[in-house]
């Protein structure tokens, strides 16, 4: 009787400790290390910002239309130094909007399961679930810090327990496994 194994097993393995470090590190980020994200993804915006001005550029020279681009560039380049230069404001601002977006997504839920004609079976899934999203959109507008550093950490957990099993579901399948032999 031949025996089969998954001889990838190490690339699963390697990828749970990844996730596991990155779960970590998420975990005990500060709110510095969240502001600096947020100020080099709007140095980033930024430089897509410069980017899209060279592309104007070049469509000018060929006579080609070019009106779109250039607002787009310099859109991009004016949030981007914005976020850039202004990180707290910017992340303040972002969890407001996203706070109301998820007020609005709450009300709209509940909107839809009171109207609904039809008998639903996870009626109580959906009323918890828009309850759930007015609250979390409520924290989100009203105390924006707060929110993001445990939205943080809640993505670092899950990184973590993520990664814990995919280390376990690596060496599950590094187990020899019996080879049917056809007779």
Known sequence: MKTKTNKNWWFLAIN???????????????????????AITGLTIAILGVLLLVVAIYQLKNDKRAAITILLSISFLAIGLGIRFYPDPSLHMFFILLGIWSVIAGIFQLVVL???????????????????????GAV????????????????????????IMMIYLSLVIRKPIPEETGK
């Open 16 to 38: 749970g400790l990844v996730a596991i470090l990155v779960g970590l590190m998420l975990i005990f980020l500060t709110m510095e290390v969240i502001r600096a994200a947020v």
């Open 114 to 136: 009171v109207n609904s004609k039809q008998t639903l079976s996870n009626k109580n899934l959906i009323l918890f679930n828009g309850l759930l999203t007015i609250v979390l």
């Open 140 to 163: 989100m507008f009203f105390s924006p810090e707060t929110f993001a550093e445990f939205l943080v950490k809640l993505i670092g957990i899950f990184a973590a327990v993520f990664g």
